[in-house]
């Protein structure tokens, strides 16, 4: 319920933002961030780091942070530096690549 809490705050803090410089419209809300801002706030809550980066097909970095613990957030980051939260869990496991015929 607190993850769900911080990620709430998250969004509605990027809505906020976004009210002032937008007329006013219906818009959904999203859990965006600056990507600084969400690191951080990712690592002072969660103590989650960023541990695997991706490059998508539509030009955005998706970055998976993750704790000791087990906790997990994939984000996905535009090349404003704009991160939007994609998903969180908990279980977060690295494991070692296979060795031989994975079948």
């Known amino acids: 319920m607190k993850r769900f ?3 709430l705050f998250l969004g509605l803090t990027a809505c906020a933002s976004d009210a002032a410089s937008e007329p006013q419209q219906a818009r959904l809300p999203s859990l965006c961030n600056d990507y600084g801002e969400m690191a951080k706030l990712l690592l002072e809550r969660h103590k989650e780091t960023p541990r695997l ?3 998508s097909a539509d030009g955005n970095l998706m970055v998976l942070l993750a704790s000791e613990e087990g906790s997990w957030s994939m ?3 535009n090349p404003s530096n704009i991160a939007c939260m994609i998903s969180v869990g908990n279980g977060w496991d690295l494991l070692s690549p296979l060795q031989g015929d994975p079948s």
Do not use: G, M, Y
């Open 5 to 7: 809490a911080v990620l």
């Open 53 to 55: 980066f991706a490059l």
């Open 75 to 77: 984000v996905s980051v």
